[in-house]
């Protein structure tokens, strides 16, 4: 079973950014595919972003134009860009396969506020 290690969280001001980074082991990364999630309190789990082996990234409408999803497979790392952040996105990020399959590491807190 994979594990998957994230990090870059912290606090930042609306209109901030932040580069989150994930390092992956135990699997071939290189022939997965990637995603970030977030969740914030009492809400449930959702996919922020996604990218093919290939690296074709996919986003959602709520991130779209804001976050950007990038690879490096030699490095076995996933990395999401996350520019003009809003109070909003506040919430614990994760990373993991798009299926999902892997356990669910610790996440990297993002607190957006002024």
């Known amino acids: 079973q994979g594990q998957v290690v994230e990090s870059g969280g912290g606090l930042v001001q609306p209109g901030g950014s932040l580069r989150l980074s994930c390092v992956v082991s135990?699997?071939?990364?290189?022939?997965?595919?990637m995603g970030w999630y977030r969740q914030a309190p009492g809400r449930q789990r959702d996919l922020v972003a996604s990218i093919t082996t290939l690296g074709t990234p996919s986003y959602a409408d709520f991130v779209q134009g804001r976050f950007t999803i990038f690879r490096d497979n030699d490095k076995k790392t996933v990395y999401l860009q996350m520019d003009s952040l809003k109070p909003e996105d506040t919430a614990v990020y994760y990373c993991?396969?798009?299926?999902?399959?892997?356990?669910w590491g610790q996440g990297t807190q993002i607190t957006v506020s002024s």
């Open positions: 135990e699997i071939i990364f290189s022939t997965s595919n």
């Open positions: 993991n396969t798009r299926d999902p399959s892997l356990d």
